[in-house]
């Protein structure tokens, strides 16, 4: 017995895998996956040396928390 395999599912205009795609995408814009990835393309392109993922990430929520936040 064979499997049965949509022939489209790995084309990438078939529109059930552009939506997972542009799901996917949003998802991670929206957590700040991508905030590294964007900020090493620039420093690269500005001629800098990118700081490591780590360093880059620590410095994120140092930013975030030493700003006072008046919420609730």
Request: charged fraction near 30%; hydrophobic fraction near 30%; include cysteine.
């Amino acid at each position: 017995m064979t499997e049965y395999r949509n022939p489209n599912a790995g084309n990438p205009d078939f529109p059930l895998v552009r939506l997972l795609r542009g799901l996917w995408h949003f998802l991670r814009e929206s957590a700040g996956e991508n905030d590294y990835e964007r900020y090493r393309i620039r420093a690269l392109a500005r001629g800098e040396s990118p700081a490591e993922a780590a360093e880059f990430y620590i410095s994120r929520l140092r930013h975030k928390y030493s700003q006072p936040n008046r919420c609730c």
